[in-house]
């Protein structure tokens, strides 16, 4: 297990030049913690669910991808990409925590979900829609970018995959997860707000958007790993909300009001402010 504590002074510029969905969820969460990251510099150390993700995401990509070049994809290339994906994410400089899961573990979790039916069966059937930039190309890792009146910076955002529906396009971001999300958690989630509001001001109507999120969790065997897919069915009116939201946090991090919060899920000794604040 490794709980390095890097300090890397400097990387941002500060106040940021931008604002994401991550960088928002974690000043709603913790302000404190999201001072000791984007204003000094402070890293948190990178967990091991975060390594499953951004392989497994990369895995993903990778065949829909294929799909989209009109190839087909085995269980066997796919676990392979989701391999080179993870040696590239442990290559990365930082320790991980990687938990009571442990490294291996969580490294068979992503090998069984590269070979798992539900996941097939999910990649296969996806339907990519063209990237709004460039008709040729799939609509995978869409960058999008949000402007808010009264906010001085972009809310920017990469958009997993945007898929054709009978009635327009679904932008998806993909998780995974040990557990299902509970219900009425895929309306809580930012990501798929500020994806919807950044295609919306840049001109698609809203009624031909909608969203979902599309959770991969893993089983201890193939067969047992399942992918929940869940929609917010997010309105106009939901979308306006958390522009306003976006506009208040930007006014808390003009006013520098940074406030911990000791009942946030990120709040135990990995925090590398632990020391600041117990
Ligand atoms: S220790 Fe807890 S309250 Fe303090 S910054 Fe970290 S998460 Fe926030």
């Not at 320790?95 to 296969?124: H, I, N, S, Y």
Request: glycine letters at 8%; a positive charge; aromatic letters at 10%.
């Amino acid at each position: 297990m490794t709980t390095d504590r890097s300090v890397k002074e400097g990387k941002r510029p500060y106040p940021p030049e931008h604002l994401s969905s991550s960088s928002v969820g974690l000043l709603t969460d913790c302000s404190k913690l999201w001072e000791a990251k984007y204003r000094r510099g402070l890293e948190e150390t990178r967990s091991g669910a975060l390594i499953l993700g951004s392989a497994f995401d990369s895995a993903v990509e990778w065949a829909l991808r294929e799909r989209w070049d009109g190839r087909w994809f085995t269980t066997e290339q796919l676990a392979s990409r989701f391999g080179a994906a993870w040696d590239a994410q442990l290559q990365r400089p930082g320790g991980v925590e990687w938990g009571t899961r442990g490294q291996q573990p969580t490294f068979d979790d992503g090998l069984a979900l590269c070979q798992a039916p539900a996941t097939l069966a999910a990649l296969r059937g996806a339907q990519l829609a063209p990237h709004p930039d460039n008709i040729d190309a799939p609509a995978l890792q869409v960058e999008v970018k949000l402007a808010v009146p009264g906010v001085s910076v972009p809310i920017i955002g990469f958009i997993d995959a945007i898929l054709k529906t009978p009635t327009g396009i679904s932008v998806v971001d993909f998780k995974t997860a040990r557990r299902a999300w509970a219900k009425g958690r895929e309306r809580k989630e930012l990501q798929a707000r500020i994806y919807l509001a950044a295609l919306w001001q840049r001109g698609e109507p809203f009624p031909r958007l909608t969203s979902a999120y599309w959770i991969f969790l893993p089983g201890a065997t193939p067969e047992a790993c399942r992918v929940q897919r869940l929609e917010p069915g997010l309105t106009e009116r939901d979308i306006l909300l958390s522009v306003d939201m976006l506009r208040r946090a930007w006014r808390q991090i003009e006013a520098g009001t940074f406030v911990g919060n000791p009942h946030s899920f990120r709040c135990n000794e990995l925090c590398p402010c632990w020391h600041e604040c117990f």
